[in-house]
């Protein structure tokens, strides 16, 4: 499980955050020559230095990000229209990924933002990023029951194996859970671009 500040070496200089803000403040997704993925990034505003790492993370992989707090369509005070744009968002974007918190999991607006992602991105579009607060143990972590029904992020370090003995290699995956019990692993890029 991620823990706050996991995240930091993704982080990009100021140049790169302030691009990757603009495109997502103006929904620039514009098709161009090389498919970019586009991910609708649910998050609590208070978790920004953690999301910025996870920005350089996803853009690393080739991703385009949409955070709707940089959206300048976004009315200044939050309304029905709010909630409109960023239903339309959500359904525009490819995959939706919710950075969950503590305080996203306990947010009304990411609890709302995932059940528009559920309906319209379905289970193959969606998983969680769990990320623990700094000192707690994986068992602390409130948001398990999210991790019992959509897929989640995580990292493998290299030292895994597969059922069939090839070693997994070192990356981040997107872990989902089967009926029987078990679990599949696909690497975040792979997911990202499926």
């Not at 208070?46 to 999301?51: F, K, P, T």
């Not at 398990?144 to 069939?164: F, V």
């Not at 078990?182 to 671009?193: A, E, K, S, V």
Request: with cysteine; charged share 30%; proline share 3%.
């Amino acid at each position: 499980m991620f823990k706050r500040g996991d995240f930091n070496n993704y982080k990009k200089d100021a140049k790169f955050v302030n691009l990757a803000l603009e495109e997502s403040r103006n929904l620039s997704f514009k098709s161009s020559a090389i498919y970019r993925p586009k991910v609708f990034l649910s998050h609590k505003h208070s978790d920004l230095e953690d999301l910025k790492g996870v920005m350089g993370a996803f853009e690393e992989l080739g991703a385009k990000i949409y955070i709707d707090s940089m959206d300048n369509k976004m009315p200044n005070e939050t309304s029905g229209e709010t909630a409109e744009r960023i239903k339309d968002v959500i359904k525009t974007c490819k995959k939706f990924v919710l950075l969950a918190t503590k305080d996203a999991i306990q947010s009304y607006w990411c609890n709302w933002e995932l059940g528009i992602g559920d309906t319209h991105k379905f289970k193959d579009h969606i998983a969680i990023l769990p990320m623990k607060e700094n000192g707690e143990y994986d068992n602390q972590y409130i948001g398990n029951e999210y991790l019992q029904i959509y897929p989640s992020i995580e990292y493998r370090d290299g030292t895994g194996t597969y059922r069939n003995g090839k070693t997994i290699i070192k990356g981040f995956y997107v872990k989902e859970p089967m009926k029987n019990g078990g679990i599949t692993i696909t690497p975040l890029n792979d997911w990202l671009n499926s």
